[in-house]
């Protein structure tokens, strides 16, 4: 069975531009999960969708970020207008039910913003 | 508020060694859960156990145990007889329902580098 991934493993843009980030979760699992980890901190909750609504987006930044996830398959969060905080790696995990299960999670996605 | 402390930044070990990773948590819910992830060099971060509140037993998998200790809010996790290969960062999660606001999002201590020498 094939694990989470995610897409691109690294994005370097410039301050100003739009990046998107694509997860493609575990099949036939309903939770998808997107987290953060900015450099030398720890790995931080962005939003959480269950099949095709967002859940809880209690963790985005801010309205720079936009998050999808069209028919409750695979995610996008796009980041518009990048700017330099915004870099660090970006994980989306998926998980069978709800509530405690073990959220298993993609290679993460590394962004770099100049 | 939940929190995850993980003290310890970086450990280096030689190859056969016994390591603790610790583990420090606060939540205001009874309910509860814990986990370990390890993250090796390729970047995803692989699951390892998951543990409730209502379960103080300890547990052991192999060369992987865990102590969990709810008077000392602790969940730390012992490598027996260390090999390179578990040269990793390992993260302490916690996940509770938060009065019924939360549906499973982990709160994340900030991570343990693990070095096993040869």
């Known amino acids: 069975e094939a694990g989470v991934t995610q897409f691109p493993s690294h994005s370097v843009i410039e301050k100003g531009q739009t990046v998107t980030l694509r997860c493609d979760p575990i099949?036939?699992?309903?939770?998808l999960y997107w987290y953060r980890r900015v450099m030398g901190k720890e790995i931080k909750f962005l939003l959480h969708?269950?099949?095709?609504?967002?859940?809880?987006e209690s963790g985005m930044p801010n309205n720079r970020f936009l998050a999808e996830r069209t028919g409750g398959t695979y995610s996008t969060l796009k980041v518009q207008p990048a700017e330099l905080e915004d870099s660090g790696v970006y994980f989306c995990?998926?998980?069978?039910?709800?509530?405690?299960?073990?959220?298993?999670f993609g290679p993460g996605t590394r962004l770099t913003v100049t | 508020a939940q929190k995850v402390t993980q003290a310890q930044t970086e450990i280096s070990v030689v190859e056969k060694e016994d390591v603790t990773l610790d583990c420090v948590y606060e939540?205001?819910?009874?309910?509860?859960?814990l986990f370990w992830y390890k993250q090796p060099p390729s970047g995803e971060l692989v699951f390892l156990i998951r543990?409730?509140?209502?379960?103080?037993q300890n547990e052991i998998s192999g060369r992987y145990s865990w102590n969990f200790q709810k008077s000392t809010s602790s969940f730390n996790f012992t490598i027996t007889a260390s090999q390179v290969v578990d040269s990793a960062v390992y993260f302490c999660?916690?996940?509770?329902?938060?009065?019924?606001?939360?549906?499973?999002?982990?709160?994340f201590g900030q991570g343990t580098i693990l070095t096993v020498h040869p």
């Open positions: 995990a998926s998980s069978q039910g709800l509530n405690f299960y073990e959220q298993y």
């Open positions: 969708f269950v099949k095709e609504s967002k859940q809880d």
């Open positions: 543990r409730n509140s209502f379960d103080e």
């Open positions: 999660a916690l996940s509770s329902n938060a009065g019924g606001t939360s549906y499973g999002k982990l709160t």
């Open positions: 939540t205001r819910d009874t309910t509860y859960y």
């Open positions: 099949s036939g699992h309903d939770n």
